[in-house]
Structures are given as structure tokens and as C-alpha cells.
């Protein structure tokens, strides 16, 4: 059974990072969904790695990002002479490198769902990323209802339903914190940030999400970012 616990001792962790020659380059944690997929699912399975955090809307953000990944995009991973520049790319990337740690479900019919359900996250939901654009310090209920990001709400409850009554036995979606829980990480904090009602067991499965280590982790570390984008503010519903 994988542990949830994080390593509590930063220079030992920074030096495991170094050695195993991985840096993960991501924006700012209160802003960045796809950056978040990634760290989530790395630090939820010890994955030891170098952080570069590059701010979002800055004069020189385009430049920064240019020195790891000409796609001009966060995030990014680094691991040694290997540049990957997609969240779910990244992912299957480490889930083969490291297949002691099960990042994918085990068993096939949940692997092969895991893996459709973070595609379609991964590729889909666009009036939801458009009206709810993530943003963990703010406070927004009610807004940003579409119908386009309405129909989507839908069908991620559809989702994370199915997955739960099939395979997730009420924890998370296939039982185990996998890629596939941290590729609904951003989701379930948009859910927060505009107040989305949901069913009593789809909210008890977001709950176990954000209480998770490294979720937890990630939401503390963006309350405490103090920099804005503000690109990304004024995408923000009204």
C-alpha cells in the first residue's frame, strides 16, 4: 500500500531530487491546473524532485519558460537529458520509470478507465476551465454557471460516480490516490472556489481529495503565494 505520508526533512529530499536528476517546472501554484497534475501526483508518490516555480503574466515569464521548453507552456519536466512539456505525458512518463510505486491502478479494467478518464480530463471540459478558471484564493459561489460549464459539471460527476461504484469503494476514484485523482485535483478546487453543490458522496470524495498530503500541501503553499497574474484574475466571472 503506497504511503501518504510526505517527506518531512526538505535538504534530504532536495538532495534525492538532485541525484535522480528530475525538476519540474511549473507556474504559480494558486493559478496553475495543469502545473498542479503533475506535483500532486510526484509528491504524493515520493517522487524526489527540483522545483522551479515560473510566475504567470510577467514581462519575462515567456523567457523563463523558454529556457526548459520551446512549447512556451508550464509544466514542465526535466529529467535529465529528456524534456517533457505535457501534464499527461509527464505522468505516464514517471509511472514507467517508477512502476514500483503504482501510479496507475493495478488492476486492468481500472488501469484502462484511469487512464480514458484523465485523457478526457486532460483533453476536454473547456467551458468549465473558460467560466471557472482555478483560482484557490478566491471566494467566488455561484459564478461562472454556463451551460457549457454546467453540461461539464455533469458529466465529471457522472465520472467520478461511476469510478467511485465501480472501483473506488468510497475512497478515491480507484480505490488508491493514483494520476487519476490528481488530474480531478483542479477540479475539485474549482468546485471550492464557486461553490458547486454536489451529491453527499461526491462531495465526501472532493473532501478526501483536498485533505489529501500533497493536495493539502499545494492548496497551503497557493494561500501563501502573495505574487498575482493578473491575466488570469481578470479571467475571473464577474
Same mark, same amino acid.
Given at each position: ?21 528530475? %525538476? ?9 491546473? +495543469?502545473?498542479?497534475?503533475? +506535483?500532486?501526483? *510526484? ?12 510566475? $504567470? ?30 501534464? $499527461? ?14 501510479? @496507475? ?26 467560466? *471557472? ?55 475539485? *478546487? ?27 500541501? @499545494?492548496?497551503?503553499?497557493? $494561500?501563501?503565494? %502573495? ?12
Amino acid at each position: 500500500m503506497q504511503t501518504t505520508e510526505l517527506d518531512p526533512t526538505l535538504s534530504q529530499t532536495l538532495d534525492d531530487a538532485r541525484k535522480a536528476g528530475l %525538476t519540474l517546472v511549473i507556474g504559480n501554484k494558486n493559478y496553475s491546473s +495543469w502545473s498542479m497534475r503533475p +506535483w500532486v501526483a *510526484m509528491t504524493a508518490f515520493g517522487i524526489p524532485f527540483t522545483e522551479v516555480r515560473v510566475l $504567470l503574466d510577467k514581462p519575462d515569464t515567456a523567457a523563463r519558460i523558454a529556457e526548459y521548453s520551446a512549447a512556451g507552456r508550464v509544466p514542465v519536466l526535466v529529467a535529465g537529458e529528456i524534456t517533457i512539456w505535457d501534464s $499527461l505525458a509527464i505522468c505516464e512518463y514517471l509511472a514507467e520509470q517508477f512502476q514500483e510505486k503504482h501510479m @496507475w491502478p493495478q488492476d486492468v479494467a481500472a488501469r484502462a478507465m484511469a487512464r480514458a478518464v484523465s485523457a478526457e480530463m486532460h483533453s476536454g471540459f473547456s467551458d468549465l476551465r473558460t467560466a *471557472m478558471p482555478m483560482n484557490i484564493r478566491a471566494s467566488l459561489p455561484g459564478r461562472g454557471r454556463t451551460p457549457g460549464s454546467q453540461g461539464d459539471i455533469g458529466r465529471i460527476c457522472e465520472i467520478w460516480e461511476e469510478c467511485l461504484s465501480r472501483f473506488g469503494h468510497h475512497q478515491f476514484l480507484f480505490g488508491e490516490f493514483s494520476i487519476a485523482d490528481a488530474f480531478y485535483a483542479p477540479v475539485v *478546487m474549482r468546485f471550492r472556489t464557486y461553490g458547486v453543490s454536489l451529491a453527499p458522496a461526491l462531495q465526501a470524495y472532493c473532501d478526501r481529495v483536498a485533505a489529501h498530503p500533497a493536495v493539502a500541501r @499545494w492548496i497551503s503553499e497557493a $494561500l501563501a503565494e %502573495t505574487e498575482t497574474a493578473d491575466k488570469h484574475d481578470q479571467e475571473l466571472p464577474k
